[in-house]
């Protein structure tokens, strides 16, 4: 059989070079078909239609479904490496189901969100997922009324009634102070992430609860206005400036940690000698730093992808109650953190 096609080629084209019926091409190519026909079957059609240069009209498929087969989806900050595991999960679950993700930065700016999330729905996406809640949300607001299919990610808003796949922030905050602890430490810091958002609220609240729970100081806390490096070294220095009397720092997350790291650095002190210090998140090359920053880790691509299948049922309406999935963090001790020294 020739391989060669003059012209643009068609289904019956990669049907006739197959052998088989062009039923079995379209099943073959169609994600939410393709169950239908046998693994073996499904690669030699991709295979075939790729090699004779075939692709589906996806415009046609989705006139005819009433879907564009697009998923937007909403991040405060590319370069943090928080983000990229996220993407890669919500796209290696929602691209084999045939959607296209569609990627927005905000830059944390809730206009930029609104202003986002509003153009996305001019382009008829079949749903959204948000890293970039906010605890009281106005583009989340206007996605339920519009009724609009979105889940979010890492964060959730003040509300029960919508789809999120966060982080257990009180097991995550008890696992650094445990561990803080044991190393001696009683007069602990917290250089919190802004209050708007929930995991700056919620492990804020966590790591207060806690202490007083442990009979320890709970109010050696800075608010951050954005969780990053430079926002970390200046809450820092202004918790020191106010009351130099703690051991150990925790950071509402690694920017903040780091941050406080380079303040630390720069007052003429030494981590972890005159200060521990742990972050919150694990993003990559902690461990290659030195010293090599001890924190929380969450399972970033898990919750990419639990988020993009969680969005797909809500697509196929098949979720029917919105539901709030807390996923584990667990604990990495490295070199930023030691025994007291009181």
């Keep these: 059989m020739s391989s060669v096609r003059k012209g643009k080629v068609t ?47 996806l415009l046609a498929s989705s006139l005819k479904q009433n879907r564009s087969f697009a998923v937007g989806v ?48 001019s382009r008829s996406i079949d749903g959204l997922i948000f890293a970039t809640a906010r605890r009281d949300d106005p583009t989340v607001e206007q996605c339920i009324r519009n009724e609009t299919r979105f889940v979010l990610v890492n964060r959730k808003v003040d509300r029960d009634d919508t789809n999120a796949i966060i982080i257990d922030e009180d097991l995550g905050i008890r696992l650094v102070l445990d561990h803080l602890i044991e190393l001696g430490h009683s007069r602990i810091a917290h250089i919190a992430g802004p209050q708007d958002a929930s995991t700056g609220f919620e492990r804020a609240r966590s790591f207060s609860e806690y202490l007083r729970i442990r009979n320890l100081q709970h109010d050696l806390i800075e608010y951050a206005e954005k969780f990053t490096v430079t926002e970390g070294q200046r809450a820092f220095n202004a918790l020191r400036a106010k009351q130099d009397n703690f051991t150990a720092v925790v950071g509402g997350n690694d920017l903040l940690a780091l941050g406080c790291i380079d303040a630390i650095r720069e007052a003429g ?66 070199d930023s953190t030691a025994a007291a020294n009181n």
Excluded: C, W
């Design 11 to 57: 289904i019956r084209d990669v049907a006739e070079e197959l052998g088989v019926h062009h039923s079995t091409v379209s099943r073959a190519l169609s994600p939410e078909k393709r169950s239908k026909i046998s693994p073996e079957v499904v690669k030699k059609v991709e295979s075939t239609a790729k090699r004779l240069g075939y692709f589906p009209n």
């Design 269 to 334: 002190f030494a981590v972890p000698s005159d200060y521990s210090v742990t972050g919150y998140d694990d993003i990559p090359f902690l461990d290659r730093m030195s010293p090599a920053l001890t924190t929380v880790s969450i399972p970033t691509y898990e919750m990419g992808a639990q988020a993009a299948s969680m969005l797909l049922e809500a697509i196929g309406g098949t979720n029917k109650s919105p539901v709030i999935l807390k996923m584990q963090p667990k604990m990495i001790v490295r």
């Design 74 to 121: 909403l991040v405060p900050d590319l370069t943090n490496p928080l983000f990229p595991p996220i993407i890669r999960g919500i796209q290696d679950t929602l691209e084999p189901a045939g959607f296209t993700v569609i990627t927005a930065n905000t830059d944390h700016d809730e206009d930029k969100a609104f202003e986002a999330m509003q153009i996305m729905q």
